[in-house]
């Protein structure tokens, strides 16, 4: 059981949170009170309380309770966003897979081509969202993490396709967006930094 100011550091997932319950009979970490977790590859998820569950070690999967928030940082001002009243998220070999918003869900996400401009902006809405994720590649044609591949709407879904030129990028945020890559432990020794100046800190960038 840990109180106030709770911070988790791993190489493929970081939070933080108010207070949080771990039990080694089911190796599950319970954070409440505004709890926040990132992944590889610039992904930051929210809620009121999550749950995250691991596996020799690793997290294999993340279930958010109420006000569930997934972002994904594409680019200056540019993030691909996913919101329900819960949120599963699960992980494959460290990195993100698949997400599912369930409840009043919403989503934005930037629109590529083959060449991996952006062409147009998404904004739906459904009962269920998807989003499914693949493997990216660099110049050299090495892994490079795992980007959005795909996005399936359940249950009555709409949408509307906005051409990348027209977008403004202001208005493209779900309620409750805030990017809070300041508070996020990078090391195992920034766990030990001073709290309330990296608090402070946070505030003052929470959106770029």
Request: glycine share 8%.
């Amino acid at each position: 059981i840990g109180y106030h100011h709770v911070r988790i550091f791993s190489d493929s997932l970081q939070a933080v949170s108010d207070s949080l319950y771990y039990s080694s009979k089911d190796s599950v970490f319970r954070l409440f009170y505004n709890p926040v977790a990132w992944g590889s590859g610039n992904y930051q998820i929210t809620g009121d309380t999550m749950y995250v569950y691991t596996k020799n070690k690793k997290a294999y999967r993340l279930y958010v309770f109420e006000n569930g928030l997934a972002i994904n940082k594409v680019g200056k001002k540019l993030y691909n966003q996913l919101k329900g009243t819960t949120i599963n998220g699960f992980f494959k070999g460290g990195e993100i897979d698949y997400i599912r918003a369930k409840g009043n869900a919403e989503s934005i996400y930037y629109v590529a081509d083959e060449k991996k401009a952006f062409t147009g902006v998404n904004k739906a809405h459904a009962d269920i969202i998807d989003m499914r994720f693949e493997t990216k590649y660099d110049s050299a044609g090495k892994p490079a993490g795992r980007e959005l591949n795909r996005v399936i709407l359940r249950n009555d879904a709409e949408g509307t396709m906005y051409p990348f030129k027209h977008v403004v990028f202001d208005d493209m945020i779900l309620r409750g967006f805030k990017w809070q890559e300041d508070r996020r432990p990078k090391s195992k020794q920034e766990l030990f930094e001073d709290v309330k100046r990296k608090q402070d800190r946070s505030e003052e960038h929470t959106s770029e």
